[in-house]
């Protein structure tokens, strides 16, 4: 008989332990720092000593605990109760029921599926319809494409850049399942009238979602510590659900969020159940299947360590944190901060000579002050909304204030000393003439490259460049290109 040919290996021998973990150790050197209140983006810093390291026991007590069957695992249920309770407690009204998922944009999900659910089983609707701000988080425009919901779009006002609620009320119709409002918003860190988008909204039957996933372990406590915060959670009339992430300033690991409903009525709309098959019969609270209870317990543990008053003093720092930054910021020439930043996050845009916002100079020095090792995230034009720089702060960041106001004035002299940022007449003449629908591998190679994003390789060091062409084209195209850009990184 034919020997079988043997495949070839997929993978190196096995190494030792201390072996892999140094090569992980090396990957990790190149990202950039998540502590130490410099990386003002994607991180949030308590600042306290000993809290990751009781995250990092608390995830491995529980790591191969499967989340899926609390009856198995009765834990679980142990765990995610108090967690919800104690959002319950901070966001809620009696009779609110909730759900542990695995960050904002799973809230989020949830959220838009219990209001297309409860739109069709309650009032009939088969074409829902999604209201929602222009500054609403990208994750639901994710939600309405998964879950086959029409967005409605509505501008926020140019000066505040809140939510405008005579044009939300105006938005919503007999289809509308579900209407969003952002305490705050991500992008500039503004507070939208909850309390009249929620009227607006139960005026018409619809509900409405309040997205705290950034601000709604940090609100309440800035309340406690003494500063005004516009009425935003569960107890406002007509807010029927609430999203807050606990991995944002709960200071749990990443992979911590809770979705509130105002009763389990409505959270039924949520799960999904399934009992037509040969297998387990299945009940699914959250997207997930299988999950590990690591990240619950992680979230748990962090919680119960800093507690009511330690949460209140950490919301204390950010916000001095903040009084500090605005006035040194407004100070610098040509800074101007968007609308009234309420929640640790600070949006700036740079005017040029001619009072209009300056792209390349705000590009400029942000590649500067990543020179200097800070990291401010850009924001690009929208809707004629200005590019900015986005700084979320963290306790972390309170002591740092002071130097990141030098460096700022130093890279902003360094930005202005610069050739400011052109792209090419032709590229740009190229990209604008491109049909997102249609482009082939060699237009979409073609742009890559020359923004500096081609072959999946490491982007470039100052990103001024990709970021000026990106924000001239239409946002199909730059959702396309993105999307290219993306697939190139993870290829293998
Ligand atoms: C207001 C708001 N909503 C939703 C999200 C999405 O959360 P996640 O990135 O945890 O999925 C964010 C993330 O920053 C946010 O700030």
Request: charged share 20%.
């Amino acid at each position: 008989m034919p020997s079988e040919p043997v495949p070839s290996p997929a993978l190196p021998q096995g190494s030792p332990a201390d072996e892999v973990l140094a090569r992980l150790a090396g990957l990790r050197a190149q990202d950039a720092p998540t502590r130490g209140g410099r990386t003002f983006a994607y991180v949030y810093d308590s600042g306290l000593s000993g809290v990751d390291e009781l995250a990092a026991s608390a995830y491995t007590e529980f790591a191969t605990v499967n989340g899926l069957d609390m009856t198995v695992f009765p834990s679980v249920a142990r765990l995610e109760n108090d967690l919800v309770a104690a959002a319950v407690a901070l966001l809620g009204t009696p009779g609110a029921q909730g759900t542990f998922t695995s960050g904002g944009t799973e809230s989020i999900l949830l959220a838009v599926k219990t209001a297309r659910d409860h739109a069709r089983a309650v009032r009939g609707v088969t074409s829902p319809q999604l209201v929602l701000p222009s500054t609403a988080h990208a994750a639901f425009h994710k939600a309405a494409a998964y879950l086959g919901l029409e967005t409605v779009v509505v501008p926020v006002d140019r000066d505040t850049l809140r939510a405008d609620p005579a044009a939300t009320a105006a938005a919503i119709t007999d289809r509308t399942a579900l209407v969003v409002a952002s305490a705050p918003s991500y992008a500039h860190g503004v507070v939208d009238p909850v309390a009249e988008i929620a009227a607006a909204a139960a005026g018409r039957g619809a509900l409405c979602h309040v997205d705290a996933c950034i601000g709604g372990w940090l609100l309440p406590y800035l309340r406690r510590a003494g500063r005004h915060v516009p009425d935003f959670d569960l107890s406002v009339p007509g807010v029927t659900s609430l999203s807050v992430d606990l991995h944002k300033y709960g200071y749990a690991d990443k992979g911590a969020s809770v979705v509130l409903y105002r009763d389990a009525a409505l959270r039924r709309h949520q799960y999904f159940a399934h009992a037509g098959w040969p297998g387990y019969p299945v009940v699914n609270p959250t997207a997930q299947g299988t999950k590990s209870a690591g990240l619950l317990a992680q979230a748990w543990a962090v919680q119960r360590h800093i507690g009511e008053e330690g949460y209140r003093a950490l919301a204390e720092r950010t916000a001095a944190a903040a009084d500090r930054l605005l006035p040194g910021l407004r100070a610098v020439e040509g800074v101007r901060v968007l609308g009234d930043p309420q929640a640790g996050l600070v949006a700036f845009t740079l005017a040029g000579a001619d009072g209009a916002p300056d792209l390349s100079l705000l590009l400029h020095l942000a590649d500067e002050m990543r020179e200097r090792g800070w990291y401010l995230q850009p924001q690009l034009s929208f809707d004629g909304l200005p590019p900015n720089l986005h700084l979320t702060l963290t306790p972390a960041a309170a002591g740092l204030v002071d130097a990141l106001l030098t460096d700022l004035d130093a890279a902003l002299k360094a930005a202005r000393a610069l050739e400011p940022v052109a792209v090419d007449p032709a590229i740009a003449e190229f990209a604008a003439g491109l049909d997102p629908d249609t482009l082939g591998p060699e237009e979409v190679e073609a742009v890559l490259a020359f923004a500096g994003m081609g072959g999946g390789t490491a982007l470039p060091r100052r990103m001024a460049p990709v970021l000026a062409l990106l924000d001239m084209l239409p946002v199909p195209l730059k959702e396309r290109l993105l999307t290219e850009f993306v697939g190139a990184v993870f290829r293998v």
